[in-house]
């Protein structure tokens, strides 16, 4: 490849560097490149939240970023939430209130809501079916995902 | 659903990006939020030769008191506008209408100047910025220029700028005292574009006749449409529910241009815009009255 960029990035708090063609989106990047598959592409024009990553702190679509913007820049993906030994309350709460059927959006919704719980401990249900208003789920009829949340909330105060 | 290759630049200051912006014309393509056009790449309905990606110049993200109202950096991203205190004083329309476009995920990412200059004529920005006067500026190699909204929108998904032309600045004019304002829409899905909806500004004076009123819609036309016959309506008039109705009709039967698609008719289009003008001027007028 002669048209190349050397990008280097902090991802669930391991650095990593790569020589990619910049057009790689950063949802490929994370599957392909580091093989971090728990990043899922559902529609790849930012419609259904299912690759949401968080950067730099941020909620962001990884569908919608080309890898060469994150270079020098944090990143955490649904691997770096929670291990299978020591999940995150909200992972657990999703398992307790079955918020989650083939899983496929799973890893948006987490990513959205663990910055979103942080600064938003106690929330109202209003206020949690409007933080999800940008991850589809076309399993869960949402009901339970907005209980996950909800208990999310009681383990983590 | 990939993008075709490309030539990537990420620049660290303003006369950069005009240097390349010169250098590869209409070849070259800025990338602000990336918010729109990736997902244009993602479908290789643009194909750009080179990207000049602005997210790391650091100048273009204030937000500060400017003539009354206050003045904006291009690469405000719309969460950061959505939060900041100045605009909330300051702009409340454009406050309230922040947390109206698209996701959260998106408004982290998401640009003032992206959305203004890409021109879509179903963002809430391109009607409120038209609705409020506010001034763009524009600058290239050559130098600098400020151009006021009804000068900066020229047709569909088109503004005045050319290809080597960088949108650095966003001038938000104050109100005129006892004005009221009101953002009224309808979406299929809350944050998607919305099927229709408009902005409107009043403004009264001290025995409550109206001086000044705007209407302006989006998904209405090819670019932000506005309605002044049915604002002579208002205009000179104390505001009464009869004349509120007279108005909606006229703007929604003679004034807009709504196509139909697959997600609505031109006539259910012409429905809603009646509806919420009605709905937008009743909120608008409470407010010029001092009712919040
Ligand atoms: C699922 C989804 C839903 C959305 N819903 C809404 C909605 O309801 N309402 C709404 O208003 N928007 C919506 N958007 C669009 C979103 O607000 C975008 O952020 C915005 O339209 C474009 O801003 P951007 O910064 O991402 O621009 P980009 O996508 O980076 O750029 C858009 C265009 O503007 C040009 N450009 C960008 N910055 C400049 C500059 N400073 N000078 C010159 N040219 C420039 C680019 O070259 C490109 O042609 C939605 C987007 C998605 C993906
Ligand atoms: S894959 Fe990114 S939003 Fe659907
Ligand atoms: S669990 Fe299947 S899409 Fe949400």
Known sequence: ?157 | MKPAPFKYYAPQSVPEVLDLLNEYGYDAKVLAGGQSLVPMMNFRLVQPAVIVDINKIPELSYIEPHDKGVRLGAMVRHSQAEKDPLIKEHAPLIHETMPQIATVQIRNRGTIGGSLAHADSSAELVVVTTALDAKFKIQNQKGERLVPAAEFFVGLLTTSMESEDLLVEVQIPPMPAHSGWSLKEVARRPHDFALMGVAVILTLNKKDRCTEARMVYLSAGDGPISAPEAAKLLIGNEITPELITAAAEKAAADEIDPGSDIHATAEFRRHLANVLTRRALEEALQRAKGGN
């Open chain 1, 1 to 157: 490849m002669e048209n190349t960029f050397e990008l280097s990035v902090t991802v669930n708090g391991t650095s990593y560097q790569k020589v990619i063609d910049p057009r790689t989106l950063l949802s490929d990047f994370l599957r392909n490149d580091l093989e971090l598959t728990g990043t899922h592409v559902g529609c790849e024009h930012g419609v259904c939240g299912a690759c949401t990553i968080i950067l730099n702190g941020d909620p962001v679509r990884s569908c919608l970023l080309f890898a060469p913007q994150v270079h020098g820049q944090e990143i955490i993906t649904v691997e770096g939430l929670g291990t299978v030994d020591d999940m995150h309350p909200l992972q657990e709460a999703f398992r307790e209130a079955h918020a989650l059927q083939c899983g496929f959006c799973t890893p948006g919704f987490l990513t959205t809501l663990v910055p979103w719980l942080e600064e938003n401990p106690n929330p109202t249900e209003e206020e949690i079916r409007e933080a999800v208003s940008g991850n589809l789920c076309r399993c869960t009829g949402y009901q339970h995902i907005i209980d996950a949340v909800k208990l999310a909330a009681e383990k983590m105060n």
